[in-house]
Each structure stands twice: as C-alpha cells, then as structure tokens.
C-alpha cells in the first residue's frame, strides 16, 4: 500500500449489524427531508446524462451525508449527487447511496420513489436499507441474518416484521415480474415474454426490490444499463430475505471497482427464488 493511501477499513456482519438502526433511522430523516419539499415550487435541473435532479435529491444527500459522517467517519461514502468525489476503487467497506431513487415519478406526483443506502463489503452489498417515504414503507436487510419490512407511523419506526421471497410459480401458474413504469427495454420485456403466462406489475424506483423480497412478485430483470447506486441497497434486502441477484448471464455483480464506463450496472436479474436463477 501507498503511504498516503488511507488503511482498507472492513465493517463485517457482526459490525453491520450494529449499525441497522441508526441507519434506518437516517433514511427516515432523509425521507422527511424529501417529503418537506414543495414539487410545486421546487427547483429542477438537467444533469449531464439528461437525468433530473431537484432540490429533494440534495436536501436527503445533505442529511445522508452529515449522518454518516457521525455514524462512521472513517468509511468512505459514494453517493450519486456527489460522484465526482469518488475514489475508486473501493476494496473495504463502503457506503453506496442514492438519495432519491426515482426523481422522475417524485417529479410527476406519483409515490413510488426511494432513498437507497446500501454497506457495500469488498465488492458485495452486505447491508441494504430501501425506504419509501411516501408508501410509509422501509425494506431493509443484512446478508445471512435476513430482512424486514418495517412500517412509518407518525413520523417514527413502527413495527418490522420479518419478509421472505416466495418460491417460484408451479408448472401452469403465472410469473408476476416488477417492470419499471419509466424505464422499459425491449430485452427485459423479451426476457418476461419467456416465462409461462408471464404477468407484469409496473412500479417505480427500488420499489421493486422491496416488493420482490416481501414474495409479493417472482422476479425483477433490467437487462439495460444502471447506475450502482440504483441496485446495490435492494440488492442487500433481496439477498437477506433469501433471493438471489445476478448478472444477466447469471455471475456475480460487484460494486465499488469504478470501471472505465463508471460505476455501472450493464444490467441484471433479481430472482425471488434462487433455484430460478440456476435454470433460467
């Protein structure tokens, strides 16, 4: 190692687990942050890639990002709204957020947008908390100890109760797949196509991760390019709640390594079921 290169710093499970709380809680106040803002009045800007950003992506960054630099100083943060700050590649642990998942349905008035945060360990997302602040909703889950979904009431942490995916459909029944509502592709709706008697639900954000973990749909499959930031948190929550994520050929997707394209995701298929995966 390089002198002037910081120490590889690892939170474990055992570590990850202490931090699931004061965690959920962060992405409860980002949530409130971004529920506070007025769409009617609020600004909106273009990014490079055309993307939009608004006064709710900055104001939940700003909470994320003061949280954790409470919580865990010492561990390195990618958000989205701050990428021109990364450093990859990022071989310990790491914090890989997005701070309002689904900017274009919070645009549009509609209520299936997200704060994705997401512990990210040599490579593999270990802990994933998907919140949904105008659903009420927090999906969150720690890889080998499970997931939960946990609901918002008055503003505080209500109840968590323990989610699992489902077992994929018998001979004859229907697959239901989570479809994006603003971001379809022809491959992914080929992909859907091939599944016996093949039933689409359209939702927005990581929305469909946490739907997939709770076993209310089968699968999740985007077989386009996105952001890591987008994947890694219901990556977690998928995996925790006994499902399994992969790349469209089936191997493993790695985050934090800051290829040549940046930190992309050229695409990937959430299964409900494992089993699915290894005979798809």
């Known amino acids: 190692m390089n002198e002037n290169e910081a120490p590889e710093r690892v939170i ?13 809680e962060l992405v409860l106040r980002a949530g409130e942050a971004i529920l506070a803002v007025n769409r009617c009045a609020m600004t909106i800007e273009g990014k490079a890639d055309g993307s939009p950003v608004t006064e709710a992506d900055l104001a939940a960054d700003r909470v994320i990002a003061n ?23 990022y071989r310990g642990s790491f914090f890989l957020i997005d701070p309002l998942d689904g900017t274009k349905e919070f ?5 299936e ?6 512990l990210v360990t040599r490579g593999a997302p270990l802990l994933g ?3 949904a602040p105008a659903l009420g909703l927090i999906w969150r889950g720690l890889v080998g100890r499970g997931a939960e979904r946990v609901r918002v009431e008055d503003r505080r942490i209500g109840p968590a109760e323990p989610i699992r995916t489902r077992a994929m459909p018998g001979h004859g029944e229907p697959w239901v797949a989570a479809v ?10 080929a992909f859907i196509a091939r599944r ?14 946490g739907r997939l973990a709770e076993g209310s749909v089968d699968l999740y499959p985007r077989l386009a390019p996105t952001s890591e930031w987008d994947v890694a948190a219901g990556h977690a929550v998928v995996t925790a709640a006994g499902g ?10 790695r985050f934090g390594e800051g290829h040549a394209a940046g930190f992309i995701v050229p695409g990937f298929i959430a299964w409900g079921d494992p089993s699915a995966a290894e005979s798809h």
């Open 12 to 24: 474990d499970c055992e570590a990850a687990a202490g931090l699931m709380e004061p965690l959920t």
């Open 113 to 118: 947008f997200t704060v994705n945060l997401a």
């Open 196 to 209: 016996p008697h093949a039933r689409r639900e359209p939702l927005g954000s990581a929305v469909k991760f």
């Open 244 to 253: 399994r994520v992969t790349d469209p050929d089936g191997g493993i997707l």
């Open 129 to 131: 908390i998907v919140g």
């Open 107 to 111: 645009v549009a008035g509609r209520s």
């Open 180 to 189: 994006s509502r603003s971001h379809g592709d022809r491959a992914s709706e």
């Open 67 to 89: 949280g954790l630099r409470d919580l865990a100083p010492k561990i390195p943060v990618l958000s989205e709204e701050r990428v021109n700050a990364a450093s990859p590649p």
